[in-house]
T-cell receptor, first 114, second 111 residues
Framework: DAGITQSPRHKVTETGTPVTLRCHQT?????MYWYRQDPGHGLRLIHY???????DKGEVSDGYSVSRSKTEDFLLTLESATSSQTSVYFC?????????????FGAGSRLTVL | GQQLNQSPQSMFIQEGEDVSMNCTSS?????WLWYKQDPGEGPVLLIA?????ELTSNGRLTAQFGITRKDSFLNISASIPSDVGIYFC???????????FGTGTRLTIIP
């Protein structure tokens, strides 16, 4: 395993409640990413981080916030979950140097918003 | 946001058949990646391509970096049941932290 874990793996919540997904890595990589995967859309970038406290938006960032207080943890928060945020969320990490553009993905977190 | 055009969207084949899929972009990339996703898992890297015209193999898989740098191809020879899954292409340029993914090709093997 590449040393990346996501939690929780499955979550069911109600509209309007806050939700936080956690991504933890043991590789000490600088770059971490959050994607969502929906049928017909493939993988779409929500937010990414290029270091502790350094984050930037992706193409579908509305309704999401992130935090990176430690190298190993990247948190994705839905402040007030909506049904349109029902999806499978993937965290990814990226090495620098040789093979720098290659992402390694976690196993995913399936979120259902009722 | 930009996404790559990946085709076909789905394939239904018999075991032992060869498979071809491709990915095209309106802009150039200097790295192309191919990933496979098994049900309930995250995508796993199959092949990385770093040079236009490059042809790289990984077992029964062969991928090519298009000479125009706007496309890439993945071939699977003599398919087996474990080839079932979704295949994604991704393009990226040096110095850009963000990859652009295709919408995926779902491969199903008919018994």
């Amino acid at each position: 395993d590449a040393g990346i874990t996501q939690s929780p793996r499955h979550k069911v919540t109600e509209t309007g409640t806050p939700v936080t997904l956690r991504c933890h890595q043991t590789e000490n990589h600088r770059y971490m990413y959050w994607y969502r995967q929906d049928p017909g859309h493939g993988l779409r970038l929500i937010h990414y981080s290029y270091g502790v406290k350094d984050t930037d938006k992706g193409e579908v960032s509305d309704g999401y916030s992130v935090s990176r207080s430690k190298t190993e943890d990247f948190l994705l928060t839905l402040e007030s979950a909506t049904s349109s945020q029902t999806s499978v969320y993937f965290c990814a990490i990226r090495a620098e140097g040789l093979g720098a553009n290659v992402l390694t993905f976690g196993a995913g977190s399936r979120l259902t918003v009722l | 946001g930009q996404q790559l055009n990946q085709s076909p969207q789905s394939m239904f084949i018999q075991e032992g058949e060869d498979v071809s899929m491709n990915c095209t972009s309106s802009s150039i990339f200097n790295t192309w990646l191919w990933y496979k996703q098994d049900p309930g898992e995250g995508p796993v890297l199959l092949i990385a391509l770093y040079k236009a015209g490059e042809l790289t193999s990984n077992g029964r898989l062969t991928a090519q970096f298009g000479i125009t740098r706007k496309d890439s191809f993945l071939n699977i020879s003599a398919s087996i049941p474990s080839d079932v899954g979704i295949y994604f292409c991704a393009g990226v340029n040096f110095g850009n932290e963000k990859l652009t993914f295709g919408t995926g090709t779902r491969l199903t093997i008919i018994p």
